[in-house]
Each structure stands twice: as structure tokens, then as C-alpha cells.
């Protein structure tokens, strides 16, 4: 391959070196910042020779290269571009700041929401268990002893989360804007502080208490935020600006006392006298109007939002729902945006699944059955990205489907007590009306399955030439090119023209002790499509990355969450540790080994800090990618289930 040729081809094919914002690269992936999207031709990027995918993500370029090839190609672009390499830091930085306000706002929501979801699952999932306990003793199905320390601590705890809810946005805000984010949970408590009165009494007690305000210019009610999510975001992000400022203004001696008084009590006053009255009248006002959109008369605007959920899961518009269901859990009692995105998803999960039952070409098969599994569960992206839109029809059939389940569900009021769990498990936050769920699910993934079943078809194989090959002649090929490998050792020529023997079969043991995954959980695309090449997914138990077997390091990367091996068969191996763990700089990663050192199997390549992995909000799941299995003729993968450092996980045969 001519790497030079490869990053000219890309430079000219993205609009040329001054199209260029930032260039950077992880393990796989060449990641560029662009200018002008208009001017990058995505289509022609793809055929240029070695790039194996593009696609556009977090406001990136992406365009995969595969271990190895994309270091080499990288270090031509940036010469031929006359650009200097940037850090994945200031490659993020630059392409946060290149997407435009709107979708800016968005990922900011996400920012926000996305680490107080396990929170608020925990007590969406306790609400909805001990609201059916309470509707089965009260209608008699059941006899329990309310007043039991089990039954009075889980009243207790189920409603927690909600109850302080501002204090986790205002300190999750806080990190998102830049802020101090104990400051931030302050300004929080600040706006439920219990000598306001709280907004859950105001429809039953009226208000109770208002206070003159900017020395007697007007009134304000003496009611608390409880419920309200919009006034905490935008009065945590004038903390930040406060605070900032005076950081840049206040003596350093005078620091530490001046910038957190006058940040609190600057903030909490304009908040409490105009930010929090005109944002709750606009939040309710967004409020009311996706209700009345979810409550049109014969479910249409139902219709329509389920149909469109899943395109804006593509886009990353749906971080923001989090704050909707939020919203109307705090109004309504419950949320009717939740049953919407369950009967989405599950839809995308039977759009895969028709795929999976109806293909005839076992690599279809194989990611789309744990995909569409994934989906049902509430976890879409693998079947979405990895499946359905990469052949369109099963992905409308997906929408279509959600589009159904979602117009019963408006027509039968469908409602969930809680958030942040959709799919088959989201029954339990749905246990009022748990037949109405039921059913819902049924519609969506019975007309997604039905449509996707029905216009699914396999691509016909392509000759070299560009024709159809018929099966006998492919299968006659594929027997003859499996025929070549009979033997127990080949023979191949290096570049000094002296023979080396070479196996023709070799096992690849687990790198590392824990549990083979399918690949629907990965959450990385890239990865569960096995756009890379063949993959196995394992969950770690412990950080310890030991080589799979004897093999020579092509490649340790600086941030020390990858490597490449060449193995003894000529499998190339890319080990990547977490997802998008590239991100953390190297933070948690200690390299063992180094470029170009000969290892045995069970030698240390890598040693990774779990708990610094996942306590900066990502997955530690581990890949194990063979980057060239198109040179072997039999590829096999171990099954999901435990992983020993010792058990083969991949067997490669010439």
C-alpha cells in the first residue's frame, strides 16, 4: 500500500489542507476537523484504497484505516497537508466547536443528564415496584406489613433522586459549564431550600408567601424549583460565568473568600428574582406544547415522534429527552415520552431481528441476532448503526413500527413513573398499566418485524469483475481456497527470500480474565459491526493485559489503550482496552511493552486501571480485533460466556 498516495487521496477528497481544522488519530481511526463539510466528498473518501469506512461523529470526520496503516498514513497527511498534529484534546475542542449552537445545546444536555441517569433509574425503578405494591394490598391481591423497616426504607428511598433532583443537575451543570461544581450544587439547594415553599403544595395550598424584590420594583412568589430543570441549567451556567470572571479579576490572596461568596450570592439572587420565574414559564410553555403534539386527536403526533425517535438517535438529538421526561414526571406524575422511545427502540430491535432470521450470509446473521437482542433491551445503537441503516429498508420498517406503538400508546394514555430505562424493562416503570405496555410492544415490533421481513434482501455477491458469482462457483472457491491451508505448516518467503514455517492453524487465547460479550453490547459502532475485522468483545475483571499468544508488537500506542501484534500465522491483532478511551490521554494506561518486542503468550502488554476507566464515564469492554481475516480461510470465535486468560477465544486457520 502507498500510505503517501492513500493521505494525498484523502487530503484532496476532503477539500484540500486549508479545509482542514484540526487532524488527529486513535488507534483505528483518522479524525479530522473540517471546515467546510460541503467540500469533503464521503462517497469518494471511501474508495480510496485502505480506508474501510467513514462517518461523521461528535462534529469528526472519521475515517477508519485499520491498526497500523492509520499511523503511517496519518504521519503522511500532516506533510502533505502542512498541518501540525493536534492532541485528541484539542481535536474534540475544535470540532465542539465547529457544530453549530443548536446541536452544541444538545450534547451540552447530554453532558448534563447522561451521569445522573443511574441515579434516576434507581428510584424510577423503586417507584414503579412500590406503586404496584401499593395497588395490589389496597385492591387486597397481596397481604404486607406496611410498616415494616423493608417497606418504609424503600418508600424512603424510592423517591430520593426526585426529591433533590436540582442538587445533581446543578452539580452535574456545573462540571459541564466549567464551574465549581459544589458551588453549583449550592445554587441548587438554594432553589428547594425548605423555607421555600415547596411547588408540589402551590395547586392544593395556593401561594403562601411572596417577597419584594430589586429594592420594591415587584414580587415574587416564595416557591421552590421542585420538578423544574430548565431554571437550574441556566442559573448554574451564570454561576459559571460569574465565577470565571472574578477568577480573573480578584486578587489571589483575596480568591478563595471573594469569588464564592459574591458567585452564590449574585447567582442565587438574579435567580431567585428573574431567572427562575421566567424559565419556569418557558419550560412549562415546551412542556405544553410536546404534550399537546402527544395528545393530538387520534394519536397523530404520536405517531409522528415515534417514527422519528430513531433518526434522532442517529443524529444525537435524543440526549436531551432525559431533561423531557424530567419535565413531565415533575407536571404530569408520569412521563408519555418514555413509552414513545421504548416502542422506538424495540422496533429497531425487530427490524435487526427480521434481518438476522431472514439473511442467508452468516456475518449478517451474527451481528444482527445480538443486536436486535441489545435493541430489545433498550439499547439501540449496534442494531441502528450496525444493521438496519447500513441497509435503509429495515431501518424505515424500525420507524414505522415505532411510529405504530407510539399512536396506541397516546391513544390508551400509556405513562411511565420513572426514567431512564426503555425496551422490555421499562415494564417496570409502567407497572399501572402494565397490559397497555405489553401490548404497545407488541405492535411496534410486530409491524417493524413484518415490514422489515417482507423487503429485506440479501445483496447478490460480486465477482472481481463486478458480476454475480452463482453459489456452486462461490462455494467450489471458497473449498479451494480452504484446501490450500490442509496442510499442518505452510511455507512463506520474508523479503531476504529465506523460508520460515508458518502455521496454518493458530489459537488466540483471552488477553485478559472476564466474560466474551456479544457483540450488540458494545456501544461503539465501529466495533460491533466488525468494521475493523473479525472481533471479540470481552468485559475485564481485572486491568492485566497479557499477550494471546507468541507474537511481536507492531504497535503500543502513547495513551497506552491499544496495541498491535503481528502473531506467528500473520494475524494481525489490534487489542483495544474501553471505549473511546483514547479520550483519557493516557490517564489509567501503563505500556509493559514496547514497539518492535518479541512476545510469549501470557507476557504483559498492558496495564489498565478499571476503576480510573469507568469513573470517567467510560466502558472498559475490551476488543480483540483480527484487522486482516481475509488471509485466512477459517476464522472462528469462542461464544458468549466466561474468558480464562488460557481459553482460546479465536482459532485462525490458513
Known sequence: MDYRKTAQDILDKVGGGKNIVSAAHCATRLRLVIADNSKADKTAIENVEGVKGVFEASGQLQ????????????????????????????????????????MRAIKLLGDIFVPIIPAIVAS???MGIMNSLDFMINNGFINMDTSSS??????????????????????????????????????????????????????????????????????????????????VVIAVWL????????????????????????????????????????????ENAILGGIQWMLTLPLGIGSLIMGALYAPTVVTG????????????????????WLPLASAANVAQGAAALAVALKSKDKKIKSLALPSSLSAFMGITEPAIFGVNLRFFKPFIAGCIGGGCGALYASIVHLGAKGTGVTGIFGILLCLE????????????????????????RDAKPETAAGGTASGAAAGAAIADHAAEGASSVMEETDENDSV????????????????????AEVTDETFASEMLGTTVAIEPEDGKIVAPCDAEVLNVFDTGHAVCLTTQSGGELLIHVGVDTVK??????????????????????????????????????????LTNADDFAEVTKAEPGPAAIDQTIMNLKK
Not at 520460515?500 to 457483540?519: H, M, N, Q, R, T
Open 584 to 625: 483519557m490521554e493516557g490517564k489509567g494506561f501503563t505500556k509493559k511493552v514496547s514497539d518492535g518486542a518479541k512476545v510469549h503468550a501470557g507476557d504483559v502488554l498492558i496495564e489498565a486501571d478499571l476503576d480510573t476507566i469507568r469513573a470517567a464515564g467510560y466502558p472498559a469492554t475490551t476488543m480483540v480485533i
Open 124 to 126: 424510577g425503578f423503586l
Open 63 to 102: 475515517i477508519i484505516l485499520g491498526t497500523g496503516t492509520v499511523n503511517k498514513v496519518f504521519d503522511e497527511f500532516i506533510s502533505i497537508a502542512g498541518i501540525t498534529a493536534s492532541s485528541k484534546a484539542e481535536a474534540k475542542e475544535a470540532a465542539a466547536q465547529k457544530q453549530n449552537v443548536f
Open 317 to 336: 438529538i435524543h440526549q436531551m429527552y432525559t431533561a423531557i421526561d424530567i419535565g413531565q414526571i415533575a407536571q404530569y406524575g408520569v412521563t408519555y
Open 433 to 456: 398499566q402494565p397490559v397497555q405496555y405489553l401490548i404497545e410492544m407488541v405492535i411496534a415490533v410486530g409491524v417493524a418485524f413484518t415490514i422489515s421481513f417482507l423487503i429485506y
Open 239 to 282: 454561576l459559571s460565568v460569574i465565577e470565571k470572571k472574578l477568577h480573573k479579576i480578584v486578587p489571589e490572596v483575596l480568591d478563595l473568600f471573594v469569588t464564592p461568596l459574591v458567585s452564590v450570592f449574585v447567582t442565587g439572587y438574579l435567580t431567585l428574582s428573574i431567572i427562575g420565574p421566567v424559565f419556569v414559564w418557558a
Open 150 to 231: 423493608i417497606y418504609v426504607f424503600a418508600n424512603l428511598f424510592s423517591n430520593t433522586a426526585y426529591t433533590f433532583l436540582q442538587i445533581l443537575i446543578a452539580f452535574s451543570a456545573a462540571k459541564a459549564f466549567g464551574a465549581n461544581p459544589y458551588l453549583g450544587a449550592v445554587i441548587g439547594m438554594i432553589m428547594i431550600n425548605p423555607s421555600l415553599q415547596n411547588a408540589y403544595t402551590v395547586a392544593t395550598e395556593g401561594v403562601q408567601q411572596t417577597q419584594s424584590v430589586f429594592f420594591g420594583l415587584y414580587d415574587i412568589d416564595m416557591v421552590g424549583y421542585q420538578g423544574h430543570v430548565i431554571p
Open 500 to 519: 520460515k514455517a508458518v502455521p496454518a492453524e493458530e489459537e488466540i487465547k483471552s488477553p485478559v480474565k472476564g466474560k466474551v460479550i456479544p457483540l
